[in-house]
């Protein structure tokens, strides 16, 4: 936003914009009915000569399972959408009230941050409906930052914040064509976020280019570090970057080919690729389910304490109201996750204990081994397969992605666009060790700056089926 532009108009355009273009898309879910009287005080201020930052007066919009007091937070579940909205801002929104952005809403998520039920379709929820894909209406927006993706694709605002535990924000990123920054656990306050897991959640920046994600991750750690000090030139002579292939490649051969051709582009920014790595394959699906199982129930009470009384308090609570509302809640999936969580026995289980020592030695060793051992600063993989058709009888088909490994890990990841595939959009994911958000955020500008340089800007969404 420049320094000459009013909040109020943009606010008024991206309100025209959401008319005309979210019926399609269906992004957003609960739309800010404060949001023009919002930009007109920043607009007052401004006018007075107080500027709070790169932020001032920008319209944000915000997954709906992150606290905002004035507008509900429902994670998607019917069981919060009848409850009075959250006591207080999640700390990450009163940073960005700070910082002078406008809360435009907030977006619809995969339910329950997609661990209700083994047959899930992302981006659909109870309270929200379904998000599609701007690229191609049947295909999915990802999960389970669904709204957020699809909403800066669509152009419905610049600047989303998504959450992710293992995916969810680089996956609709991917899917969606923007920038999407997952990063480590614990950078950004995990307080006011409906959670799933301690030690693998994270709010995150989505946003249309590098510049910008960098410039909202600097407001949602505390402005602590600029980070968009480091989006400049595309000189990487001095930077090695690890190819680890393996399972991370050979589940869609257009995305591979894209990939390639991204390498070259590193490549010719001087970057060292060091190609043909692996990385060890990450604890069975078991190990995985039993961490965030664990963790779920213990962190969603905590979580639920915090809402005014009258609601839900427990797992079992959710599940009881799922069964008693499964016309709705229960149409299209089951809860076979929320009841597997219910019998755990807590963080001193010897079961949690040791499959979470198991998920540590996969993600995090293996990564900091990987770099360690090859010299290299960060790692670059696809990001995910292409979008896959909605298929809300049968669930998600998922061919691959790139997330797993820094899920286990906490590590950070930055997914953004490299290219096309058919019609859809997909992208390339850099990713390191922890708090290498710098170096994951210069080699991601980098990148960007070449491939526009060699391969134009990337196509805008045509909001029509794909054929």
Request: aromatic residues 4%; charged residues 15%; glycine residues 10%.
């Amino acid at each position: 936003m420049s320094s000459t532009s009013s909040s109020v108009a943009l606010v008024e355009e991206l309100q025209a914009r959401i008319r005309e273009v979210d019926p399609l898309v269906n992004a957003i879910c609960t739309p800010n009915p404060a949001a023009l009287t919002e930009a007109a005080r920043l607009d007052t201020e401004r006018d007075n000569g107080r500027v709070r930052g790169p932020l001032h007066g920008v319209p944000v919009l915000v997954k709906d399972n992150i606290d905002t007091a004035d507008l509900p937070t429902t994670a998607g579940s019917l069981a919060l959408a009848d409850q009075p909205p959250p006591p207080d801002d999640a700390p990450l929104v009163r940073r960005l009230r700070e910082a002078g952005a406008v809360i435009l809403g907030k977006t619809n998520l995969s339910e329950w941050a997609n661990f209700r039920g083994a047959a899930s379709s992302s981006g659909w929820s109870a309270y929200g409906g379904l998000t599609r894909n701007p690229y191609a209406l049947n295909r999915s927006a990802g999960g389970s930052s669904s709204g957020s993706g699809a909403a800066v694709a669509a152009g419905l605002a610049e600047y989303a914040i998504g959450t992710e535990t293992n995916g969810s924000i680089v996956c609709p990123a991917a899917l969606n064509g923007i920038v999407g920054l997952k990063p480590t656990v614990g950078l950004i306050p995990q307080q006011g976020i409906v959670p799933i897991s301690h030690s693998q959640d994270t709010a995150g920046p989505m946003t249309r280019t590098v510049t910008q994600a960098a410039a909202l991750l600097s407001v949602l750690t505390g402005n602590q570090t600029d980070y968009t000090e480091h989006c400049r030139g595309t000189d990487l002579s001095n930077v090695r970057i690890g190819v680890p292939r393996g399972p991370l490649w050979g589940y869609s051969t257009g995305l591979d080919q894209v990939t390639e051709h991204a390498l070259e582009l590193l490549s010719s920014c001087g970057a060292t690729l060091v190609d043909h790595l692996s990385l060890p394959t990450p604890g069975g699906d078991e190990d995985q389910l039993q961490v965030l199982s664990h963790e779920l129930k213990v962190d969603l009470a905590a979580y639920l304490a915090t809402r005014v009384p009258g609601g839900p308090r427990t797992l079992d609570d959710l599940i009881a109201f799922n069964k008693e509302h499964a016309d709705q809640e229960l149409q299209w999936f089951g809860q076979e996750l929320f009841e597997r969580a219910a019998t755990t026995e807590g963080l001193s289980s010897p079961v949690y204990v040791a499959a979470r020592l198991t998920a540590l030695r996969a993600g995090r060793d293996g990564i900091d081994d990987l770099l360690r051992d090859n010299q290299l600063d960060a790692l670059v993989s696809p990001s995910y397969s292409p979008a896959w058709a909605i298929d809300l009888v049968n669930g998600d088909h998922v061919l691959g992605g790139s997330s797993s490994h820094a899920a286990l890990a906490g590590y950070p990841l930055l997914s953004m666009p490299s290219g096309m595939v058919s019609g859809l959009p997909v992208g390339i994911t850099f990713s390191g060790t922890a708090r290498s958000e710098v170096t994951l955020i210069r080699l991601a500008h980098a990148f960007e700056t070449a491939r526009i340089a060699a391969d134009g800007p990337f196509p805008t969404p045509e909001l029509t089926q794909w054929v």
